[in-house]
């Protein structure tokens, strides 16, 4: 019995030393990876700077500029940070002009007394001068950039891209971190999707059956505001929407997106509720005809009611509202349709890529003209899910 111990007690004495012996192997290898790491590092001659010393910007602007002779030119104004209060940072513009958008890189750089540093960009604005002029050879500058974030929001503006990157807004370091919030938080009304990003224009301004629509901003009270949004064919702005009428334009063309939905019959007698729709669209094929049918499946909350008395009690109030809603979304999702087939004559609710991936895809397909030549058909199933606490 002793002897057993012994032996137990040297095989796990030789066990430990074995044990010791190769975590010292694995640190004598770590040091050994880590001292080549370093020399390599230091050997490349990396240099480091402290960010007081870089222009790092929070936004790109993209804008025409016309000058006295009638020459119109390329002008580039970027926000640029600035850390040298640390407790308090703000932001400048620095503006780069040309006739081409690499001479704006060069310009910008003669007045800058700091390294330019691309990344963390978090929105990039063009004038709807730019926009109407067209996007393609600017967005080609942008894609080959492999520095330019790709995630930040793009924005068409009215007026000069350089008003908006000048204002001073309390609280925020720079106008760029104000409409960035302004967008991302849009969300929450008026049917905004997210999909607005310089990666969602790249994807979306070439692709068969679809138009890029973009947020459209403008200054009043010296703040900026989301007013509307800019409507796109090809890579040129068509026109505007104000937002009254793009939030129909989302309803019918996003899916999951939330918002406002209200009927309203006079100043003191109206109801609104907070509504998720969920989309799906189908489409039907007969001979050279194509028809498509978009069902809107709606959720909705009680916000206010001023007309419907006992919905709170009564089954057959809910089922009366619900009715008279589903009419009243349908009546105005109707009428942007028409406006869109006859006024805009351009597909803005993406249906020509539901029919594309039925038919099959062809570049030389005018899905503009299929769709407003087409019969759309709205069907809108509303659910209240909730009244809140009730009421007074």
């Known amino acids: 019995m002793y002897k057993g111990l012994q032996i137990i007690q040297t095989l796990n004495k030789n066990q430990f030393i074995d044990e010791g012996d190769g975590m010292k192997k694995y640190y004598v290898w770590f040091i050994i990876i880590l001292s080549l790491i370093l020399y390599i590092y230091f ?25 006295n002779n009638g020459q119109t030119i390329y002008s580039f104004p970027v ?18 002009r040309g006739e081409t958008i690499g001479e704006t890189r060069e310009d910008r750089q003669t007045k800058a007394n700091r390294s330019f540093v691309l990344g963390l960009e978090k929105i990039f604005i ?36 350089e008003d908006y990157l000048n204002l001073s807004i309390k609280s925020y370091p720079s106008s760029a971190d104000y409409i960035e919030g302004i967008i991302r938080n849009a969300r929450s009304n008026n049917f905004v999707s997210k999909n607005y990003t310089l990666m969602d224009l790249y994807v979306r301004i070439d692709a068969e059956g679809r138009n890029l629509v ?28 104000s937002i009254k009428e793009a939030k129909i334009m989302n309803l019918l063309r996003e899916d999951d997106v939330t918002g406002v939905l209200t009927i309203k019959q006079s100043l003191d007698k109206y109801i609104d509720v907070q509504a ?17 049918v978009i069902s809107l499946n709606i959720n909705a909350d009680l916000i206010a009611n001023e007309i419907y008395t006992d919905l709170n009690t009564d089954p057959k109030k809910i089922s009366e509202f619900q009715n008279d809603m589903e009419k009243e979304i349908e009546k105005q999702c109707y009428s942007f349709i028409e406006k869109m087939q006859e006024e805009y004559k351009a597909d803005y609710l993406d249906l020509g890529r539901v029919a594309a991936a039925k038919v099959g895809r062809d570049p030389n397909t005018d899905w503009n003209k299929i769709v407003s030549d087409s019969k759309i058909e709205v069907k809108v199933k509303l659910k209240l899910q909730s009244q809140g606490r009730g009421f007074y």
């Open 43 to 67: 050997l490349s001659g990396v240099d480091t700077t402290v960010v007081e010393d870089l222009d790092i910007p929070s936004a790109l602007g993209c804008d025409l500029e016309k000058l």
């Open 79 to 96: 926000s640029v940070y600035d850390f040298q209060d640390e407790n308090n940072p703000t932001s400048f513009v620095r503006i780069g």
């Open 126 to 161: 063009m004038s709807e001068d730019m926009c109407r002029y067209g996007i393609n050879g600017l967005l080609n500058s942008l894609l080959v950039n492999s520095n330019i974030s790709d995630m930040g929001i793009a924005i068409v503006c009215k007026g000069r891209v």
């Open 214 to 241: 973009l947020p459209y901003i403008d200054i009043e009270n010296n703040l900026p505001r989301l007013t509307g949004f800019a409507l796109f064919q090809g890579d040129k702005m068509q026109t505007y929407l």
């Open 276 to 292: 998720r729709s969920k989309r799906k669209v189908k489409c039907y094929i007969q001979g050279n005809n194509y028809k498509f």
